[in-house]
């Protein structure tokens, strides 16, 4: 079974500045997914930015950036220009794209605070 | 284009009863999944349906069920309802089961006294 883990509970960044949160996962299938989702208050998940295992070129959104480490299973999200509408909990999710498994499999999640 | 809708958004019920929600898909998505979320389990999957047929099933009793119509519309029940079935209900939609891109609902607060 897959699984995908958050170390960091939370984090904080200050307005403007950048800030990495952390994920890694753990699977033996060479073909996947990973996402980030955002889950402001509202409680509304938001898809922040997606990689796909065979891409070796790491995702980009604006301010949002990956770094994929695929032999190391490593997935963090970059965000540049942190802005207070940025605050939320940030989820890493992993899907598999083998047979007919198509369930996210999310992480504990980081909670990030933006400052003044 | 609307996105996905769940109704209702609050619910209070007592142990025991059971409890049905509701989930619309954006229009044109035939995938949908369901996921529990709580503070001690995090996010975890319940079920997903796409033609009208359940492809998926996590961890969960019998007591969890779910079925989709062919407006691709899905329903959660949940009988004999126990404290720790108190949690938000997210449901997700995608184009087609091989499409990898979830879209979630607001979600169902469920709360079990």
């Known amino acids: 079974a897959q699984t995908v883990t958050q170390s960091q509970p939370e984090m904080s960044v200050q307005e403007a500045e950048t800030v990495t949160l952390s994920c890694t996962y753990d699977?033996?299938?060479?073909?996947?997914?990973l996402f980030w989702y955002k889950q402001p208050p509202s409680r509304q998940m938001i898809l922040v930015i997606r990689?796909?295992?065979?891409?070796?070129q790491n995702a980009t959104e604006n301010r949002f950036s990956v770094n994929f480490q695929k032999a190391a299973k490593s997935f963090s999200l970059k965000i540049s220009d942190s802005q207070l509408g940025d605050a939320a909990m940030y989820f890493c999710?992993?899907?598999?794209?083998?047979?007919?498994?198509?369930?996210?499999?999310f992480g504990t999640g980081t909670r990030l605070q933006v400052t003044l | 284009k609307a996105g996905v809708t769940q109704t209702p958004r609050y619910l209070i019920k007592t142990r025991g009863q059971q409890v049905t929600l509701s989930c619309s898909p954006i229009?044109?998505?035939?995938?949908v999944s369901w996921y529990q979320q709580t503070p001690g389990q995090g996010l975890q999957f319940l079920f997903e349906y796409f033609s009208e047929t359940q492809r998926n099933k996590g961890n969960f009793p019998g007591r969890f069920s779910g079925r989709q119509f062919s407006n691709s519309r899905s329903e959660m029940n949940v009988s004999t309802l126990e404290l720790g079935d108190s949690a938000l209900y997210l449901c997700?939609?995608?184009?087609?089961?091989?499409?990898?891109?979830?879209?979630f609902g607001p979600g169902t607060r469920l709360t079990v006294t």
């Open positions: 999710a992993y899907r598999s794209n083998t047979g007919t498994a198509s369930k996210l499999t």
């Open positions: 699977t033996s299938e060479s073909d996947y997914y």
């Open positions: 229009s044109g998505h035939r995938s």
């Open positions: 990689q796909e295992a065979y891409k070796q």
């Open positions: 997700a939609s995608s184009r087609s089961a091989a499409v990898y891109e979830q879209y």
